[in-house]
Structure formats: structure tokens, C-alpha cells
């Protein structure tokens, strides 16, 4: 298995390995046009980490994606690319009215009154999932962080689901995660904000 940073030309691979390991979760929903348009505006933007897995095939199995400042980032890759994500906006608005409320209302929304979001941020972490267990997960978070304090980061966070997840929160833990608060997301969705120090 080598690491390695992900292409722009890469993110339709995001999306696909996006769908297989996130199977039932929101934004996965939203289509796989709305998740390449997701990765793409990451990938291509110069606040961002993302790093793949490649198999000895050449087969893209694994990523981790975010950025180096979480406050407002989201806000600042829609103003890059208000073009796309506004077409998006209208395709959801049309097929999911509902994702919409939901989508707005999640976005920047300040999470903990003590959160200033001056921390490194991990957006996504997707492996596929025949690949689970070989220790691909916690390689491509250590990349991330390796390359998130070669950027001046010395804070890294994360936000991962409250119920059902014991799992994810285990791998979190071993790789040397904390929590930091919970939270509540529109509508009813309990989550945790977790957060290292990479120092
Ligand atoms: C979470 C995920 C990225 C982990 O990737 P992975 O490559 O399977 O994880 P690793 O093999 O690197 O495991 C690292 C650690 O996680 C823990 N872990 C992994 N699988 C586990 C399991 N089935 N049960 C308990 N702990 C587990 C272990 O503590 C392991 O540490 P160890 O090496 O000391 O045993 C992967 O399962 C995934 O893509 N899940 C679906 C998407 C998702 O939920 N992403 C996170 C959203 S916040």
C-alpha cells in the first residue's frame, strides 16, 4: 500500500469510495454529482489536506480529506465555487427539498460556544470496506496530521456520530483522539466534536 496526495481529476474516485463506506449517511444521499462537486472544491483548494491509499493494482482504496483552518472554511469553498454548488443547490432543491433545510442549516453553524475553530480540521476518512482492519484508516490520518502541523497546525478535530458508532469511536481513540464536546445537529442528529493535540 503506498500514500499519496489526491488529484483533482481524482475526486469522481472520492465520491465512489465515498458511497461504498458511508452507506447510509446524509450526504451520501445527495447524489454522487453532489459529492464529486464536494471533493473536487476541496481537493482544489489551498486550505486543504487530502491524501489516498493506493493498492498494489493502482486502485484508489482509501482517503482522508479536510483542511488546515476549520473556521469558515466551508463558507469560503462555497464563495470559491458558487457556480457548482449553486446548481447543486437547484438539483437538490428539485429532487430532495428537504436535504436543503437540512444542508442550510448545518452549514457553519457554530457548534460549542467555547469552539473557536482554529484548528485543523479531518472532514472525511472513507476506506473500502473489504480493505477495513489492515490499518489503512489510521495511516491515512497520520498523513494528514504529519502534513496538517508541516503547515503550522497543532490542533487537529474531527466530528463523528454520538449513537451507533462505537466502532469509529474506538478507531478515533487509538489513534489518539479526545472528546471534546457533543452536539446536536439539525434535525435531532447527537454528535461528537473530537480533538488531538498534534504537538
Ligand atoms: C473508520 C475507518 C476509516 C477505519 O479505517 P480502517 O482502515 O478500517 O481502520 P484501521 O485498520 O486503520 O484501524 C485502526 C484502529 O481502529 C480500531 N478499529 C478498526 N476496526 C475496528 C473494529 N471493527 N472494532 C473496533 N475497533 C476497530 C482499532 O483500534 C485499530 O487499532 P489497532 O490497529 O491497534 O487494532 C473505516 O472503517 C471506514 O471507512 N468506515 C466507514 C466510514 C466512516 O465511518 N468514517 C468515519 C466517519 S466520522
Known amino acids: ?32 454529482h ?8 476541496c481537493i482544489k483548494s489551498n486550505e486543504s489536506v487530502a491524501i489516498c491509499a493506493i ?29 457548482t454548488f449553486m446548481l447543486q443547490g437547484i438539483i437538490i432543491l428539485f429532487s430532495k427539498p428537504k436535504a436543503i433545510i437540512r444542508l442550510v442549516n448545518n452549514l457553519g453553524k457554530n457548534t460549542d460556544k467555547n469552539d473557536n475553530g482554529n484548528y485543523a480540521e479531518l472532514l472525511s476518512i472513507g476506506v473500502l470496506p473489504a480493505y477495513n ?3 489503512i ?3 491515512l490520518i497520520k498523513r494528514f496530521e504529519d502534513e496538517a502541523m508541516n503547515k503550522g497546525c497543532s490542533e487537529m ?16 481513540k487509538s489513534t489518539g483522539y479526545e472528546i471534546y ?14 480533538k488531538k493535540n498534534l504537538k
Open 1 to 32: 500500500m503506498r500514500f499519496r496526495t489526491v488529484k483533482i481529476a481524482e475526486s469522481k474516485t472520492l465520491a465512489d469510495i465515498h458511497k461504498e463506506s458511508f452507506k447510509d449517511f446524509f450526504l451520501t444521499s445527495l447524489g454522487a
Open 34 to 41: 453532489f459529492l464529486d462537486t464536494y471533493y473536487k472544491s
Open 55 to 83: 493498492d498494489e493494482n493502482e486502485k484508489m482504496v482509501g482517503f482522508s480529506v479536510g483542511c488546515l483552518h476549520s473556521k469558515g472554511f466551508h463558507k469560503r469553498l462555497i464563495k470559491q465555487n458558487l457556480g
Open 133 to 135: 482492519g489492515q490499518g
Open 137 to 139: 484508516g489510521k495511516e
Open 157 to 172: 478535530a474531527l466530528t463523528t456520530d454520538f449513537d451507533k458508532n462505537s466502532k469509529v469511536l474506538e478507531f478515533y
Open 181 to 194: 464536546y457533543e452536539f446536536i445537529t439539525y434535525p435531532e442528529r447527537k454528535m461528537y466534536k473530537l
